[in-house]
Every structure is written in structure tokens, then in C-alpha cells.
């Protein structure tokens, strides 16, 4: 699991960090400023939570096993359903769609975010 969820944050920080660098290079010229923050937003909290899931699996040996497996999935699943709806949000009329459905999608990621979050604030160490 400790790998897992290092490799799992590695991956998406690495993600993050390519997704900022086409959002400010090649977006730019076919966004909107307010599309492009709302794609710099969901940036930003994929790579928050990409060091989060990378957390989670150096807390190993300190909080329960079990519990640190359900903070993990949960801070991945708000990586896809927040930032993932922000990027499709943000890019909708480059990909010719009409997406604005997923716009209540975003804070059930963001309260998956949340969640974590308070599973390891009230965790009690090993």
C-alpha cells in the first residue's frame, strides 16, 4: 500500500506539473483568462494532493493501515472529480462539447478532498 499510494502521488504531481506547463504555454492562446484559472485551480489541487497521497504512504507504521488506504482513495478520487471536471470545464469549447454538467461534480471532489483531510486530522497515531 506505502508504494501505492507514493507512486499513485508521484504519478499525479508529475501529471500536475505537465498539465501547469501546457495549461501556461499552449492553453493560453485558446483560453479565456477565467478558463485558464479555473485550469490553473484544478492544477494547483492535483498537485496539493499529489504530495497528500504521497503522505499518506510515508504515515505508514503510524496510523492504521486500513484507514490510511480509505484517505488515499479519497484524496484520488478528489483528484479526478475535482481537478479532472476543472480541466473539462476549462477546455469544454476547445473540445467542442457542451460539459457544463460536470460543474456539480466539482465539489463532490473537492469534499472528498475535505474528507481526507479530516480522517487524518482525527486519526489517533498508532
Same mark, same amino acid.
Do not use: C
Given at each position: 500500500?506505502?508504494?501505492?499510494h %507514493?507512486? @499513485? =502521488?508521484?504519478? !499525479?504531481?508529475? $501529471?500536475?506539473v505537465?498539465?501547469?506547463?501546457? =495549461?501556461? +504555454?499552449?492553453?493560453?492562446?485558446? @483560453?479565456?483568462?477565467? /478558463?485558464?484559472?479555473?485550469?490553473?485551480? &484544478?492544477?494547483?489541487? /492535483? !498537485?496539493? +494532493?499529489?504530495?497528500?497521497?504521497?503522505?499518506?504512504?510515508?504515515?505508514?507504521? +503510524?496510523?492504521?493501515?486500513?484507514?490510511? +488506504?480509505?484517505?488515499?482513495?479519497?484524496?484520488?478520487a &478528489?483528484?479526478i472529480? !475535482?481537478?479532472?471536471?476543472?480541466?473539462? @470545464?476549462? $477546455?469544454?469549447?476547445?473540445? &467542442?462539447?457542451?460539459?457544463?454538467?460536470? =460543474?456539480? %461534480? $466539482?465539489?463532490? &471532489? =473537492?469534499?472528498?478532498?475535505?474528507?481526507?483531510?479530516? @480522517?487524518?486530522?482525527?486519526?489517533?497515531q498508532?
Amino acid at each position: 500500500m506505502k508504494t501505492n499510494h %507514493i507512486r @499513485l =502521488g508521484a504519478f !499525479f504531481a508529475m $501529471t500536475a506539473v505537465i498539465a501547469g506547463a501546457f =495549461g501556461a +504555454h499552449a492553453l493560453k492562446r485558446f @483560453l479565456e483568462p477565467a /478558463q485558464l484559472d479555473t485550469f490553473e485551480i &484544478g492544477v494547483r489541487y /492535483q !498537485f496539493y +494532493h499529489a504530495l497528500a497521497l504521497i503522505l499518506t504512504g510515508l504515515l505508514r507504521g +503510524h496510523l492504521p493501515e486500513k484507514k490510511l +488506504h480509505t484517505i488515499g482513495y479519497l484524496f484520488l478520487a &478528489g483528484i479526478i472529480l !475535482f481537478s479532472g471536471s476543472l480541466y473539462l @470545464l476549462a $477546455t469544454q469549447k476547445i473540445l &467542442g462539447m457542451n460539459l457544463a454538467w460536470l =460543474g456539480p %461534480i $466539482t465539489p463532490i &471532489g =473537492g469534499s472528498l478532498f475535505i474528507v481526507g483531510w479530516a @480522517l487524518l486530522v482525527f486519526e489517533k497515531q498508532k
